[in-house]
């Protein structure tokens, strides 16, 4: 088995959650979910986010409601993700619009709250080292966005995103293809730079997920769970 990568982000700490709701009923059964799975811990939960941070500030994660206090925090997403924090949006709220709204705000992801523990821990994880996970509503509502200002992208820059989507490396993505990682990086900045220039940027990974599966240059299926492919894509000695 290769090494952990939740693991080698925190240092084998386990990794800090902040949890944002205005329903105790919510935040105790999110609680309890993310209590299944021993790389996560709880540092503080509440209904004002910069309570919750203030009492948590080496959150690795944000679970943040979308809707708090009757009004949507989509402008308490762009600053938390302006200011570096990885913010999964829990929300009731699913309508592919609300769901691209916070993407583009800088969310890591968009989870539904009907989508269950399984999701949950999952997504979790996966914002905490930086992997794209895409649960069922947020992919229906990627695949559905019929916005037409679609960059063409080259062969083997879609090869080369799809790889690393999947395989979370640029080093391995560059042992895949049999190519420097230089290389790699030059192909995953152009498809970003395709994107500004469409007037949709993307700058960060999940951003250009996102962007990639709206364009039908990805397939959420493509990327599966959000488990990573770098056992397979170790050097030989």
């Not at 192909?187 to 599966?213: M, Q, S």
């Amino acid at each position: 088995m290769g090494a952990d990568p939740v693991a080698a982000m925190t240092d084998g700490r386990p990794i800090g959650v902040a949890i944002v709701d205005d329903h105790p009923v919510v935040v105790e059964g999110v609680r309890a979910w993310l209590a299944t799975e021993p790389r996560l811990t709880v540092l503080a939960t509440g209904d004002d986010p910069d309570e919750v941070l203030r009492a948590a500030p080496d959150a690795d994660v944000v679970l943040l409601d979308l809707r708090l206090h009757g009004r949507m925090a989509l402008d308490k997403l762009a600053e938390l993700s302006a200011a570096g924090r990885r913010v999964v949006v829990y929300s009731e709220h699913t309508d592919p619009q609300t769901m691209l709204a916070a993407l583009d705000a800088g969310a890591a992801a968009f989870l539904a709250k009907h989508e269950g523990r399984e999701h949950c821990v999952a997504t979790v994880l996966a914002a905490a080292s930086d992997r794209p996970y895409v649960p069922p509503a947020l992919a229906g509502a990627m695949v559905g966005d019929p916005r037409p200002d679609r960059p063409m992208l080259s062969d083997k820059e879609r090869e080369a995103l799809l790889l690393w989507f999947q395989s979370m490396s640029k080093a391995s993505v560059a042992r895949r293809m049999q190519i420097s990682e230089h290389t790699v990086k030059q192909y995953v900045d152009r498809a970003r730079i395709k994107y500004t220039r469409a007037g949709r940027p993307a700058a960060t990974k999940a951003a250009l997920l996102a962007r990639a599966i709206e364009d039908g240059l990805v397939r959420p299926e493509e990327i599966g769970i959000y488990r990573s492919q770098a056992t397979h894509d170790r050097p030989t000695p």
